[in-house]
C-alpha cells in the first residue's frame, strides 16, 4: 500500500505493509519459502552485509512474507519498525537485549503473564540480569525501584490473568522522568484496543500467537520501537549509542536514528540469537490481522455479556473483568482502551480449589488450555498450572489464587457460553 496516513485502523489491518507481488501481481502476500536471495553481485552482497542497502540476505535475519507483518504490526502500533520473532517470550528477550549488561536490572509490573514472571524472575538471572517485581499502581514504590542500574521499566497495557489494566501514563511518566525505555507487553488488549506509543511506551511487545493470530494455529512474537527514545541521551544504553563491537563498530542511533532498535534486533538479535520467525506462521499471522478489529468488538462483547452474569451468580464470589462497574480498573477503561477491557478476566469461585477444578473438568465449549486470544473460549486454572512456578503470595499478587479460574472469552454465541459455564457451575457447586 501507498503511504496513507490516513487511513482508519480497519483498512490498515488489511492492507498495511502489503502490496501485490512484484512479480506475479498475486494479491494475497506469497509466502516466501525461501532461506536465502540471490545477490544481484560481489558489489551488491557487500552493501548488504554493510547495512548500506537495505535487502534481503538470509531468512534468520529478513524474509519479505514476514517483512509485510514486521510493517504491518509497526503501523497498527504507531511505531517506527518492528522485528518478529519465533514466539511472545523471544520478543521479550530481544526487546531486553539491546539494553541489558550483567548487573543491571528491569523493574517489572507483579501483574503479568506467569512465563514472564518466571522468565524474568530465574531464566535472566543467567545473563546477569535482574528483574525487579513492583505493584505498578503504587507509583511511589515504582519510582524507588528504579535506580542507576535500571535499563528497563515493564508492565502490560491489560494484565493477565485478571485483565487488570495498568495507568501507563502514570507509568510512562515515571519511566521517562528517570530516563528508561518503557517495554508495554500489548498482547492482551492489541493494537485495536490500545496503542501503549500513545501513552509513552517506548517500546511495545507481542506473542502474536495470540490475538493478533486470532486462531491458535501458530506462535510468534513481535518488538514494536515508537523511534522516540534518545538513546543517546546518557551513557547507560552504549549498544546504541556507542560503537557496537558486535558489527565492527557500527554506532546505531547515530546511523539509523528513529529505526536504530529495528536495526539492532535484525542485525545483531536475530543474528546472533536466531529467534526468528518462519514465513509460514508470518502468513497466518497475516490472515489473523485481517480480521483484529472485528473479533476484538465481538470478544469485548461477549465478555461484558458473560461477566455480567457470572458476577450476579451466587455460586461465584468476585469476577475480575475491568468493564465491569464493580472493578477497581473501571475508571482506566476509558482513558487507556476506550474501545473495551479486552477478553480476559479471572472469576472466583465461592467453592474455592476443589470447585474450580470440577468447574474446568465439566465445560463443553470452553476447553481447558494453557492459551489465550483464540476464537474458541478457553479456561485455565492458573494456580495448578501457569503459575504453578509460582509461590502463593505471588500467584495472589499475580492474581491467580487457588480459587481463580482464568476465562478467555471467544467470540461464540453469548447466550451458548453462559448455559454451559451454568451447567459446569452446577455440577462444581454439587
Ligand atoms: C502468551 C503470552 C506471552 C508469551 O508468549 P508466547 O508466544 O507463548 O511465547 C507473553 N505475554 C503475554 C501477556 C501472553 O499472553
Redo the contacts with the bound molecule.
Sequence with gaps: MSDAPNYGFDTLQIHAGARPDPATGARQTPIYQTTAYVFRDAEHAAALFNLQEVGYIYSRLTNPTVAVLQERIATLEGGAGAVCCS????A?IMALFPLMQPGMNVVASTRL?G??ITQFSQTIKRFGWEAKFVDFDDEDALAAAIDDNTRAVFC?SIA?PGGYITDLDAISAISNNAGVPLIV?N??ATPYLCNPIKHGATLVVH?T??YLTGNGTV???CVVDSGTFDWSASDKFPSLSAPEPAYHGLKFHETFGPLAFTFHGIAIGLRDLGMTMNPQAAHYTLMGTETLSLRMERHVQNAMTVATWLENDDRVDHVTYAGLASSPYNNRVAKICPKGAGGLFTVALKGGYDACVKFVDSLDIFSHVAN?GDTRSLVIHSASTTHRQLDEAQQEAAGAGPNVVRISIGIENAEDLIADLDQALAKASA
Excluded: R
Design positions: 514466539s511472545g517470550h523471544a521479550q503473564y512465563g514472564t502490560e493477565n507487553d498482547t492482551s506473542s500467537t495470540k506462535t510468534g512474537g489465550l
